[in-house]
């Protein structure tokens, strides 16, 4: 990437002291002028390039980062996700609830990582007072229960006192799924409204597939509220970053009624595009407004996405429907994206051949892809996998067979010079007993940061 180098503007010499004629000294005068309105020009374009404000924000879409100091960071990111799952296992109580963050966050912090990755929304829902959605049943342990106090304003707090950044991690379409049913949903969630308030024109705000419930992609409203509850967290709090993760649309097949989802909306359209196309252009519609919602209220804020892995779900015209390939060939969608790269490098195929998502060949395909436009590359790992019987069509799981694969995984990102850091999922691995010996090889290169 292009760096803006400070240029010398001294050496100028001293004349002699003696009586200046009236045009020498216009002269030199409209010299100084030209001299310090090029100072503030240029201050000024510094500060943009280096993100105190966003030229996205203010309609122009081609922005070059560089430099460590974009995201507030101080060289490599080292993140960790903190998911829904761990908000169920806190005390809901407050002050219990605020030792709990605090020992969570100096672990973080004695583990070598800067950020923390953590769930404000993850089945329609808040972790905070929202306008947009009820409170969180992994915050308060009933949805649309409070519990009290603010959980995400002390986890803020917690985070800042110990030098991590925060990210604010969404879920946007996601309304039921794992540990959350519909019966749990609370009457006060925008998808009941919608259903029981008597207008039929609305229903399809919310579908339901494969017996899990999502708002609708392809609907206006649901878009106007995602981004609307984006920018509610980024004008009540002080994030440093808007993150998704791999959770777009689940899968579907257009010949069946029962799993065709959203194609009614498709049909009415009207578009010439195929059905797969559409979809892709309502998720990056919604991306993309994210986008310049993050930069209108807060440009120096980070707004990035974590898909899944591989290409070839990614690129599926069956499901997900995350148009990666124009996220980051064109800019106006993400400041940065964060694989989940969760295999190893032996992983093989059914056939026993060697997959194309094994990591080294799953890294260079990413790595090119990003080469095109200006977004990051954070690699997100799997931190939950280091000692597990992880299927992988080896005789012995390589995730057994050796206790380096986390550590050997950052070397290789470092090794290119495209990888700006690194995000685990989750934090409770790093507690396991079986990730034990794959985190002693892992935090030195944490720690040290050696590149």
């Not at 010398?8 to 309105?37: Q, S």
């Not at 992609?217 to 920018?231: F, I, L, N, R, W």
């Not at 998502?357 to 260079?364: G, S, V």
């Amino acid at each position: 990437m292009e760096q803006l180098l400070g240029k010398d503007t001294g050496g100028i010499l001293r004349m002699k002291k003696k009586k200046k004629p009236v045009r020498w000294l216009f002269c030199r005068f409209l010299f100084c002028l030209v001299l310090l309105t090029g100072f503030f020009c240029g201050s000024r374009l510094a500060e943009k390039w280096n993100g105190s404000e966003s030229l996205a924000a203010e309609g122009v879409d081609s922005i070059v980062r560089s430099g460590p100091g974009y995201f507030g960071e101080d060289g490599e990111l080292h993140g960790v996700w903190i998911s829904y799952l761990t908000w169920n296992s806190l005390p809901k109580e407050e002050q219990a609830f605020q030792a709990a963050v605090d020992q969570m966050f100096d672990h973080c912090k004695s583990w070598g990582m800067n950020a923390v990755f953590v769930h404000v929304r993850s089945h329609g829902d808040a972790m905070y007072p929202s306008d947009y959605a009820p409170w969180s049943k992994f915050a308060s342990g009933i949805q649309g229960k409070s519990p009290g106090y603010d959980p995400l304003s002390y986890m803020i707090q917690s985070a800042r006192a110990r030098g991590l950044k925060f990210h604010a991690w969404f879920n946007p379409y996601r309304i039921t799924g794992y540990q959350m049913t519909w019966d749990e949903v609370s009457a006060d969630s925008p998808a009941k409204k919608w259903l029981t308030d008597g207008d039929t024109s609305n229903d399809r705000n919310v579908l339901q597939q494969d017996g899990s419930w999502y708002y609708n992609p392809s609907s206006e409203a649901v878009k106007q509220m995602v981004v609307g509850c984006v920018t509610e967290v980024l004008k009540k709090y002080d994030v440093d970053g808007i993150h998704f993760d791999d959770y777009f649309y689940p899968g579907v097949d257009d010949s069946l009624e029962s799993r065709w989802f959203d194609y009614p909306e498709y049909q009415k359209s009207g578009s010439t595009k195929t059905a797969a196309q559409w979809r892709r252009d309502q998720v990056s519609d919604l991306v993309a407004r994210v986008y310049r919602a993050v930069k209108a209220e807060k440009p120096s804020v980070a707004f990035g996405i974590s898909p899944q892995g591989y290409f070839g779900n990614l690129r599926s015209d069956t499901k997900l429907f995350t148009d990666i390939d124009r996220w980051l060939t064109q800019d106006g969608y993400v400041d940065y994206i964060m694989p989940q790269l969760y295999w190893g490098f032996e992983a093989k195929t059914s056939d026993g051949k060697k997959a194309a998502f094994a990591f080294q060949e799953n890294l260079n395909a990413w790595t090119s892809l990003v080469k095109k436009g200006h977004a990051r590359l954070y690699l997100g790992l799997a931190m939950y996998r280091a000692g597990t019987d992880v299927k992988d069509y080896n005789e012995v799981s390589e995730w057994l067979t050796y206790e380096d694969i986390i550590s050997r995984q950052v070397l290789a990102g470092r090794s290119g010079g495209v990888v700006s850091g690194y995000c685990f999922y989750s934090y409770e691995s790093f507690l396991e007993p079986a990730a034990q010996k794959e985190k002693t090889h892992l935090l030195p290169l944490l720690k040290n940061n050696d590149r």
